[in-house]
């Protein structure tokens, strides 16, 4: 029985003969059967993105905390008609959004940078046979070849051979080479410089090493100063009302 979502560090950990277990797999393959039921289990090995439109991305930019704290001041300035007042809350509201919708811009630009690099071909064994198949058809518990000049399809814990040469500095940032054998893990999307072995696909789309760092890319946001500063003062503004409700209390 197929387990779902291994873990990258289990993976690491865990001997040849164990992942084999752990998947249902053997060094002979999957059949074409099986392959068919775990895409359905596991989906296909892409990374996906949720498609949310420019405008809407821009105008969840006006929604949280800070958001809420200069839209509140922009509503009294109105009240008591501070239209100065009002003119520059404003413009800090929209400055603020637009910080924020160019980081997330940015994070999708780095996003398709990745993907760019990931594997379109494998080879894999299925039935006993190699076969060339599309990448984003593999399913854990595959087992695939890997050769010079190769990008790794997906993550793979390698079985047999003598050794690999990995670039993998798009991923860890290495500058050179790392030498893989039997036991070591090829994350998807590194390339192989030298040698040629066999491998287990232990993770497939967002489960991969590379999914997850796209992940992170996506949802990772940088606090600006300004942002620091607006959180700073709503802070403040948060202990002076209950240090002034504390008085109240104290006087009766």
Not at 3 to 14: M, P, S, Y
Not at 74 to 87: E, G, N, P, R, Y
Not at 88 to 115: D, T
Not at 137 to 161: F, M, N, Q, T, W
Request: glycine share 8%.
């Amino acid at each position: 029985m197929a387990q779902k979502n291994l873990d990258t560090k289990a993976v690491e950990k865990a001997s040849v003969e164990e992942l084999f277990q752990t998947l249902g797999s053997g060094k002979e393959g999957l059949s074409i059967q099986e392959v068919e039921k775990r895409q359905k289990e596991y989906g296909v090995n892409e990374i996906t993105e949720k498609q949310v439109s420019p405008l809407v991305k821009f105008l969840l930019n006006f929604w949280g905390p800070i958001p809420w704290m200069i839209e509140v001041a922009a509503i009294l300035s109105a009240a008591v008609k501070h239209w100065t007042d009002l003119t520059i809350i404003l413009i800090m509201l929209f400055f603020n959004a637009g910080i924020e919708f160019y980081q997330e811009f940015q994070a999708g630009n780095a996003i398709e940078q990745l993907k760019k690099g990931l594997a379109l071909k494998a080879k894999v064994l299925r039935d006993g046979e190699w076969k060339e198949v599309e990448a984003r058809e593999l399913v854990p518990g595959d087992v695939i070849r890997l050769r010079l000049g190769d990008v790794v399809p997906a993550d793979v814990k390698l079985v047999e051979g003598d050794y690999l040469s990995i670039d993998q500095a798009a991923l860890t940032g290495e500058s050179l080479p790392v030498a893989k054998k039997v036991g070591a893990v090829a994350y998807s999307s590194s390339i192989v410089k030298q040698g040629e072995m066999v491998g287990l696909v232990t993770g497939t789309g967002m489960n991969t090493y590379f999914g997850k760092t796209a992940q992170l890319v996506s949802t990772a946001k940088n606090v600006s100063h300004f942002q620091k500063a607006v959180l700073e003062i709503g802070d403040f503004l948060i202990y002076v009302c209950i240090a002034l409700v504390g008085v109240i209390i104290i006087m009766g």
